[in-house]
């Protein structure tokens, strides 16, 4: 009796380990940016250019609005006291893979820690590859915040949830982070659905359902990442001036494929 137990334990731990293994290799690594140097690589990211959006408007080439340091890619975001030609009130920085790197089927994640503001608003996300048109095209938000809060959204964006108002199934969830410490944010894309992370907890999963209405899901396909300190805007309301300059410090951005 003691053999047999001993026979069945050996072969469950056997199980397990075979299990581990299983997990660990289930995604390699295939891309990754460590923001290594003292500047960014301009064959991998962009500057994102100023545009009349929200989230854009203050985007600026402004260099105080970008750090390389220690292995982290620093963004700001600043009063504009330095460009007297720049009728902005505020400046902000961000950077793009638009035409230079697309990321598919996989699970992309980001470590960072986010600076407190009021107005503030970071944010990672992804825009189709080919440049389709938005909404068409779809967006993926990996990671937004506002002001100084204790939770991080993550959402999807479709002519599906955006023109004909579909919230079923819900387009998005909130994830609890450390408000000031660094999190990893993280999604897997898989032609059938999106699964979205914080921290290695699962937040929410958007599926492709069978539906006739159109741009249920358009995320079939590659995409640009932006990495952006955002400021101000109908979301996250006003900017207080005193709380400025805010920083996002980004450690790393890594990309897996099964």
């Given at each position: 009796?003691?053999?047999?137990?001993?026979?069945?334990?050996?072969?469950?731990?056997?199980?397990?380990?075979?299990?581990?293994?299983?997990?660990?290799?289930?995604?390699?690594l295939v891309w990754e940016e460590n923001f290594d140097g003292t500047?960014?690589?301009?064959?991998?990211?962009?500057?994102?250019?100023?545009?009349?959006?929200?989230?854009?408007?203050?985007?600026?080439?402004?260099?105080?609005?970008?750090?390389?340091?220690?292995?982290?890619?620093?963004?700001?975001?600043?009063?504009?006291?330095?460009?007297?030609?720049?009728?902005?009130?505020?400046?902000?920085?961000?950077?793009?893979?638009?035409?230079?790197?697309?990321?598919?089927?996989?699970?992309?994640?980001?470590?960072?820690?986010?600076?407190?503001?009021?107005?503030?608003?970071?944010?990672?996300?992804?825009?189709?590859?080919?440049?389709?048109?938005?909404?068409?095209?779809?967006?993926?938000?990996?990671?937004?915040?506002?002001?100084?809060?204790?939770?991080?959204?993550?959402?999807?964006?479709?002519?599906?949830?955006?023109?004909?108002?579909?919230?079923?199934?819900?387009?998005?969830?909130?994830?609890?982070?450390?408000?000031?410490?660094?999190?990893?944010?993280?999604?897997?894309?898989?032609?059938?659905?999106?699964?979205?992370?914080?921290?290695?907890?699962?937040?929410?999963?958007?599926?492709?359902?069978?539906?006739?209405?159109?741009?249920?899901?358009?995320?079939?396909?590659?995409?640009?990442?932006?990495?952006?300190?955002?400021?101000?805007?109908?979301?996250?309301?006003?900017?207080?001036?005193?709380?400025?300059?805010?920083?996002?410090?980004?450690?790393?951005?890594?990309?897996?494929?099964?």
């Amino acid at each position: 009796m003691k053999h047999r137990v001993f026979t069945v334990l050996c072969f469950a731990a056997v199980c397990a380990a075979c299990e581990v293994v299983k997990e660990k290799e289930a995604w390699q690594l295939v891309w990754e940016e460590n923001f290594d140097g003292t500047s960014f690589d301009a064959s991998r990211w962009s500057k994102i250019p100023r545009g009349t959006s929200d989230w854009n408007n203050y985007m600026s080439d402004f260099d105080s609005c970008y750090r390389v340091a220690d292995g982290q890619l620093i963004l700001r975001g600043l009063r504009n006291e330095f460009l007297p030609d720049d009728t902005a009130g505020f400046l902000t920085g961000g950077l793009y893979t638009r035409n230079k790197a697309g990321f598919g089927h996989g699970r992309i994640e980001i470590r960072a820690m986010l600076g407190r503001a009021t107005g503030a608003w970071p944010a990672f996300w992804l825009l189709p590859f080919d440049n389709t048109p938005w909404p068409d095209g779809g967006e993926i938000d990996i990671m937004e915040r506002l002001n100084g809060e204790s939770i991080a959204y993550q959402t999807v964006h479709s002519p599906y949830t955006y023109r004909l108002n579909i919230r079923e199934p819900p387009q998005g969830a909130t994830g609890t982070i450390d408000p000031d410490g660094y999190n990893v944010y993280a999604v897997e894309l898989y032609a059938d659905s999106l699964s979205f992370y914080i921290n290695g907890a699962h937040t929410f999963t958007y599926p492709r359902i069978e539906t006739d209405r159109e741009g249920q899901f358009p995320f079939d396909r590659e995409f640009y990442l932006l990495l952006d300190m955002q400021l101000g805007g109908s979301w996250v309301g006003r900017v207080e001036p005193a709380d400025l300059p805010v920083e996002m410090h980004i450690d790393w951005v890594k990309f897996y494929k099964k």
